[in-house]
């Protein structure tokens, strides 16, 4: 029969060895829970990945399809404009119906408010006694005034961009060209607030872009 400080050490020993296995095993099984979780989330990772490119690849088609329809329908209509689809004629007519509205909008309401607009901070700038533009700036009518032009520009580039005849007018085509690259920039970051009001051109940048007469921007106490 063992005595039993020898089973006291025996039990010593016992739960030293487990200790240093455990020791040596735990940070392997650290290891592989952490291998295990980061495949796992790869594993998802790739799933979400390949259900965006899916979803993206379906838009895609969807889009190319619905162009090359278009292009086929335009194309057949050329060829032969006697015999155009009930649908084509529809939206030959609904396009036909927006034109005038969308000339109105970018030939006159656009160029009306920017005259307005500067004529404005003309008006204001002289009669707070402000040495540059900019002082004036958060004036009421100037902030909304500026911020009309801005919304008014954007709408017409929604407008036009959405215009089904827009490539078979020249006209329209080059307003939404300048609108987009040329007035929403300027009136975005407008140039004519850092002019000196006593030595501020009759026009702004955006007004000489749409032709409008100077001589409406004369201030004379009756311009409205």
Known sequence: ??????????????????????????PLLVALAQRAMWAIGDTFSDLSTGVDRTASSLRTEYWSARRSHEYMDWIEDMLNPN?????????????KQQ????????????????????????????????TYMYEIAIEPECFALRERVIGLAEACVQKLSDYALLLDSPELTQN?????????????????????????????????????????????????
Not at 89 to 94: P, V
Not at 101 to 128: D, N, Y
Not at 193 to 198: F, T
Request: charged share 20%; net charge negative.
């Open 1 to 26: 029969m063992i005595p039993e400080p020898m089973e006291f050490l025996l039990l010593l020993l016992f739960f030293g060895l487990l200790a240093c296995a455990l020791g040596l095993v735990w």
């Open 83 to 95: 015999d155009s689809s009930p649908a084509t004629d529809f939206d030959f007519l609904e396009a």
């Open 99 to 130: 034109w005038p509205a969308i000339r109105k909008l970018t030939q006159e309401e656009l160029p009306k408010w920017i005259r307005r607009c500067v004529c404005t901070h003309r008006l204001s700038g002289f009669a707070a006694g402000a």
């Open 176 to 224: 939404l060209i300048v609108i987009r690259s040329r007035i929403l920039p300027i009136c975005r970051h407008c140039p004519y607030l850092e002019c000196r009001v006593d030595e501020a051109p009759l026009l702004c940048p955006s007004a000489e872009i749409v032709h409008i007469d100077p001589k409406t921007c004369e201030f004379d106490g009756r311009q409205s």
